[in-house]
Structures are given as structure tokens and as C-alpha cells.
């Protein structure tokens, strides 16, 4: 768990810590990896870039400031990170990751948790974008969760998978068992499901988890016209609807109107503040919402479900789940629509 | 919903609204009710106490200021409010809620969306206690819920159950889930649960609604020696442990050592920051951990599980479940170990 490297302060966990030990040498069940690429959680870099003003040396600046400090890059407002991509360097011989030095890895665990020395000063990255081409090395610890990178497909692609690959596979889980009671029960009423920011990495994988696991009706949510025609286009779910999550009214009307009835399922993948009324409006009683941002506040998920007196369950979405990278890579293979909306971001990046 | 009790920001629900609209005149599906106690959430308490260094007059400063400047009790920084009793004053003509006036009632929507007026400068209280004798009126929307004042209970001991009762609901629903799953999968391992905080209120309405919904094997771990012995003489808990939950491995050490495994279920009662990791780290693989405190952080849940690597469910505790409040009263009716805990705390009060 890596709790040696933990600085200050004492007796936590790394991702708990506010600074770690990115001290080089590794334990003996430790992996050291060669940083080529950080990909930055989306509401850190969101909240970096509007302190800043879309400044990208700002951003920079705060970056390196961060990762010096803390030992690991965590943005200490959002508390989130992101993961990396690299080489692994060295393998200590008791690591059971199974690694061997020379393979193209990536993380599948917080950079919020992990050891990490930047090298290189950042001089390739102009701040303007969550992909960060970086020379480095990190520190990986006997229960970190690592994917060597596919051959078949570009790293950047692999990576911008995998960053979210707990979405889908929780997805699919919860709609599953919906789907599941129902058969059981011999209820005929097909298994709704909305995604609040379906044209993103994490929700458009969802929306094909859930028609895959069996929902029988979904809707995209999104916030402008450029996204209800992209996420249209690709045909990922039933129906596209444009409406301002952070409405609480609104979200629900558009969830509601799209679906014939309010949703089973409501998967929160919007990296803003703000939406977890509208999620809970937006879901039938019984139903599940499932919060992906980091954006969430759990204080106003549990009192605004209670305030609206709403039986519906709430989960903070775990971005583990046991097969998750396999899962959304396979998504991105066998779905055209998924490939094409990450095809079309990293292209914008 | 309250939706026309926003001042600003316009467009949020009434619990996100930095400031609600409390004037007397109700709407024809309003109610108004004539205050006579407040009960401050723990997390908000304790942040306030805190901050004040224990001094009791600033306390209630702070508390009018809040209640002044926000036309209702939500603690700027907890985000958390807490509930009242009262006396029905006026019902509109539509409200759905059902109350007479004269009713003495108390409302089981959060103080942080309920429209609220101090008339006595809260002349009565000492600053030093979540309980506070106040005079003032506050509104109920038609879908807030509230709960008339069973006859056969001091309105303290009623307030003091009603105030928690979502958690034993939410916890009977979770285990009773585990329980038919194994049932029906003709599996005989045992269902295990870990109530942390199992010596608070809802700590102890937790542990009597997990052994109830089937539970084989129960434990309670408090932070303090006291509070052990306590729990340990009313027998609500097949076994006691002493551990400090901020810290993750000695807190899953004593879950596991009291249960000869990790916990199926884990429920956090606890309203000090900085649980999370332990509560991960206590809980099996498949198994779920159920947030009730305020205190929870997001992210420090979601992404402290990722990173390690652990597959658990994690619910935010929804204060809201149908039936909620009955059943928690009728826990403390059969319960005598929960009433003598209960009673206790008043007395202590």
C-alpha cells in the first residue's frame, strides 16, 4: 500500500498524505517507471485553468509547484490527479505486478497516490491541455493497478481509455442487476438509463456499457449543440437531449421527456459542481444514481436526495472494478461510435 | 419542492440556494410551524465548537449570524444543517402533508433547505449543545417530511431517533440485500457487518438494524475506552473494538480481528474527516461501505478505493427511506440496549 513513502502527515495512506517520499530506489516490491505522458484528471485541470485564466504557463507553473511539494500531483482544491503513461525502468523482485523493464505501461491508479518526480521542467507541455508529455519517473507499489499498453492501439488512445475505464464497468454492473431483478421478477418494464454528459470519454463508454448490459432505453445528456450533434451522430444511445446539469428542473424534464418516465439509472459523468440535484430529480424512485465526478459533493447528494424525500441509491463511483481495462478497451474496439468520439478529442487536443 | 423560497443564486433547489426567502405569509401547500428546539447536525456542531475554542457564546453568534444572513441553519462550511420540532401553526389548504394545526411535529427534511426565523436571539441556549431551545417559526414545502410526535416518547428521545433515522433504514436495506443473495445462492457464510461509531445514535440504531436484518456476526469500534464499555453493557454488538477510524490499518486490523474477516457491510457514523480509507480497507471484496457521515469526502472515497485496488460498493447515506421513521422509533422501543444509550446521551446533554 505504500504507506513507507508517506511523509507527512504520519500513519495514512498515500493518497491521504500530503507529501510523499518519491526518493528514486525502489523497494523490492516496488516498480519505478520512465514518465513520458501524464494525463490530468479533468476537474483538476479544469479548476487550474480557470485560477489561471487559461494562463498555460500559470498552469504550468502550478503544476511542477505541486508535484515539487507534495512529492505527487494532486490539486490540493479538487483533491484528484489523473495517470500516467511510461516505460517501466526497473522491477523490484518481489513486485507482484508481473512487469518487466522495457514494457509500455499505464497507470490505472491515482497519480494522487503515486510517487512521481518531474524531470524535464514540463518545457513540452504549453498548459493548455489535461495531456502532459513529460520526462519523469513514478513509483509504483504491490496493490497498484497497472495495464501494459495494447499494441494494437495508439497509447494516447489507450490512455484516454483507461483514465476512465471504472465508469463503464460499474455501469454495466449496476444496470445489470436492474435488468436482472426485473427477469426475476418477471417485470416487463424496460431498464432506463441516463447519462449526464454522454459525448465524454467516461460517458459515452457508459452509455455503450448500458445498452450492452441490457438497458432498453438511453439518453445522453449535454451542455451545448456542438456535443448533441456529435453524440447523435454516432448513434451511442436512443435519444440525445441538450440541457444544463447544474438545472435541477431542467435535467430532469429533459431525462424524463427523453426517456417516457424518469431513469432507473443516472450515470454523473459531468466534471462541474453543481449537479447533484438534478441527477436525483432526474431518477425514479428505487432507482440508482451513479456519481463518476469528482466534482461531487457528498454533502449535497445525501441532503438534497433527502430534502426531496427521494428513495434512490447513491454511489460514489469506485474507478475500480476487477476486469475494468479489458472491458472499456474492448468497448472502444467493438464500438465505432465510442472509437470515433475519442478519435475526434484527442485530434481537438 | 420550494423552488419559489430561492433568493439566489435563482435556478438551485433550496438546499443548494446560498439564501432562501423565509417570510411567514405560507403558500396555499405550505405549512408553517412554530419552533421550539433546533437540533444541530454533529459535523456542523463540531466545526463550530471547534472554530470557537469551545466558547459557547460565540457558538450562538455564529449560529443567529448564519440563520440571519441565510434565511435558514446550514453551516457554511459542514454544508450540513440538522432538524427541529415544533407545533403546527398553519397548514395551507393543499398541502399534501397532512397536519392539523396544534400537531406537535417534527420535520425530517435538513434545517439547509428549510426556510427558518429565530425570533428569541436563542436567549435559552448555552452554545455548548447540539440541542437548542429556540422560538421561531420555520416552512414546510409539500414534499419535505415530517413526522407527528409519538405520544409514548419524550419529544427529546423521539427527536434525538428521528434525527439519524435514515441510517438504520439504509443499513437494514443493504444487509437484508447480502442476506437473499447468499440465501439464494445456498451459500452459509455468514453476513458480517462493522458499524464504525457503533456507540453514537445512529451508530446504535445501525448495529440493532443490521442484526436484525440478519446479520450473523456484528461489531461496534469506538475511538474511546468509555464509550467501549458502554456499548459493550447493552449488548448491541456481538463485539466491541477499540481503534482510532482515522487511522486505516488499525482500524481494518480490529474490523477484521472481531469479525475473523473483513466486513460484508461497513457503515461509517463517525463525524470526524479522514475515515474513509479504513472503512475501505476493513471491508471484503464485494462487500459495501455506506457513508453517513457529513464529514465524507468525496474524491478521498473515490479515489482512495481505486487506489487500493478494492472492489466495494460505496453509498452515500441517503437520509431519506421510505418507512424511515417508524422503523427507527419501533427500534427504540424493542431495543432496550439502543434506549438506554439514547437516554443516556440526553441525560449527558
Redesign the interface.
Known sequence: ?G?HRVVEPA??????AWRLDARPEIAPNEVRIRVERLNLDAASFRQLWEKHGGDGDAVRAEVLQIVSARGKMQNPV????GMLIGTVEQAGRRSPLGLQAGERVAT???L??TPLVILDGLARWDGRSEQVPCDGYAILFA???VAVLPADLDPQLSLAVLDVC?APALTARVVSRYVADRQRAGDPTPVRVAVIGGAGKSGSLSLAAARRAGAARTVGVVPVVAERDALAAVGLADSVALADA????ALSTAVTTALGAPADVTVVCVDVP?CE?GAVLATADGGTVV?FS?A???????????????????????????GHAEFALGLLRSESGVRALFEARLAAD
Chains 1, 2 share one sequence.
Open positions: 500500500m504507506l500513519g495514512v495512506l498515500p493518497q491521504a479538487t483533491g484528484s490527479g490505472l491508479v491515482s494522487t497516490l496493490r497498484s493497478i471504472g447544474r438545472d435541477p428542473v453543481g440535484h456519481f469528482m461531487t459533493s457528498f454533502a449535497a447528494a445525501a441532503l438534497g436526495a433527502e430534502g426531496l424525500a427521494a428513495d434512490v441509491t447513491m454511489l460514489v463511483g469506485n474507478g475500480y472494478v476487477p
